[in-house]
Every structure is written in C-alpha cells, then in structure tokens.
C-alpha cells in the first residue's frame, strides 16, 4: 500500500515570496491533516479535511496561509507571503476517518531567509 | 484542555541497554495514545497505540508501552536498543476511536531524542 505522498521534499524562498506544497494521501482515507513542526517542537496541526470540506481549520493563519482539497482527495497548502517564522517542517497526514490512526508523509522542510 | 508532557529533551544510551521514554498525559475521557518515532528527514512513523485492553501494548521494532491511568503515563520501553533506533520520539494524545470529539484533535508532546552510544 502506497503511503502519503508530499512535494517538494524541500524548498528555499525569500521571506514575502509565495510557496505552496502538495499532499496525495493514502488511497480511500477520507480524512486529511497539514502540520507545522518548528524545529525542536512536536507537530502542531494547522488544518483538517474531511473529505473536501475543513473539519478544523483554527491554528491555521488565514492572513497568509490558505489549503484546499479540491475532489476529496489531493491537497495543496500555501503561505503567501512567507515570514522568517514560517521555516519549519509540512508534515501531511491521512486517516480512515477523523477518529482513526493518522499516517504522516515525510515533509516538506522549508526555509524562509 | 489536553496535553502531553514528554520531560526528557535528550536521552543517550548504550547500544543493547534497555530503554524507557517518559511520556505524561492530561486528558478529560479515557485517552487514545499514541506514539510515533521521527528518523531525520523522515516523516512520522507509528510505534503503537492504545485505547482500551491490555494496558501493556507492543508496537513495531521491539517495542512496548504501558499506560498508567493512575499515572497519568504511558512510557515506551525496549529491553534492547539497537543503533538504528537513534531518533525522535513522539508520544501524542487524541480523542477515542469513533467519537465525536470533532474539535479534540492530535496533540503531541515536544519530542525526546534519542541517541545511541556504539
């Protein structure tokens, strides 16, 4: 069984430039999660799907960042503009359903210099 | 609110001594626990979980937990470490299986790494 797919693996960028990241969960997991993990800390979440639709979107900083999941299934996650703080690991997740165990993909490490 | 307390930052230990990961819950219903090991670069993996049953569960890699509701804890334990299980640790909290907790989500402790000394 594939596991949680995440593009790009890591990505440079000015602070105020525009980044986004891509998610393909695992097959038939209805629910999907974005993470941020800053460096030393545990994963926070910024956003739950289920399905299309945001179950949990209230750590997410909706000024500058924005997920969608269009058709259910792949996601995408933007910062625009990024901030210096923004340097951290995107850690994407798929379960089941919302109670189910989370599978997580391996990360997109940004940097913002 | 719920939280996870891990208070082990680092821990270093020999190559074949016994391990055991200090992990500390605040929970306000019986708590689904988890926890998941973090290899550099890598995503998180799942070590092993629990919710109800025994309260002694094993997970992948040679690896067990116990969890202490007087305790409030669920400590991760190997009898043996190998040099391939220096990483992070994870343990997190989240609500039951099957509930409609919709607003409790996954929250995890800051992590405890783990080296191992040849």
């Known amino acids: 069984e594939a596991g949680v797919a995440q593009s790009p693996r890591y990505k440079i960028i000015e602070k105020r430039q525009s980044v986004a990241f891509w998610c393909n969960p695992i097959?038939?997991?209805?629910?999907l999660y974005w993470y941020q993990q800053i460096l030393g800390q545990g994963p926070k979440l910024l956003i739950q799907?289920?399905?299309?639709?945001?179950?949990?979107d209230s750590q997410l900083p909706k000024d500058r960042f924005s997920a969608e999941r269009l058709k259910g299934v792949d996601s995408t996650l933007k910062i625009q503009p990024a901030k210096l703080e923004d340097s951290a690991v995107y850690l994407c997740?798929?379960?089941?359903?919302?109670?189910?165990?989370?599978?997580f993909g391996p990360g997109t490490r940004l940097t913002v210099l | 609110a719920q939280s996870v307390t891990q208070p082990d930052i680092h821990i270093t230990v020999s190559e074949g001594a016994s391990l055991e990961l200090r992990c500390n819950y605040s929970?306000?219903?019986?708590?689904?626990l988890f926890w998941y090991v973090q290899s550099p670069g890598q995503g998180l993996q799942l070590l092993l979980k629990y919710f109800s049953g025994d309260t002694l569960v094993q997970g992948i890699k040679g690896f067990e937990a116990e969890f202490k509701r007087s305790q409030s804890s669920f400590n991760l334990r190997k009898p043996s470490v190998h040099w391939s299980d220096a990483a992070e640790y994870f343990c997190?909290?989240?609500?039951?299986?099957?509930?409609?907790?919709?607003?409790?989500?996954?929250?995890f402790g800051t992590g405890t790494r783990l080296t191992i000394i040849p």
């Open positions: 799907f289920q399905n299309n639709g945001v179950v949990d």
């Open positions: 997740a798929s379960s089941l359903d919302a109670s189910g165990t989370q599978y």
């Open positions: 929970y306000g219903a019986t708590p689904y």
């Open positions: 997190a909290v989240g609500p039951p299986p099957l509930s409609n907790f919709g607003n409790e989500k996954l929250t």
């Open positions: 097959s038939g997991h209805a629910t």
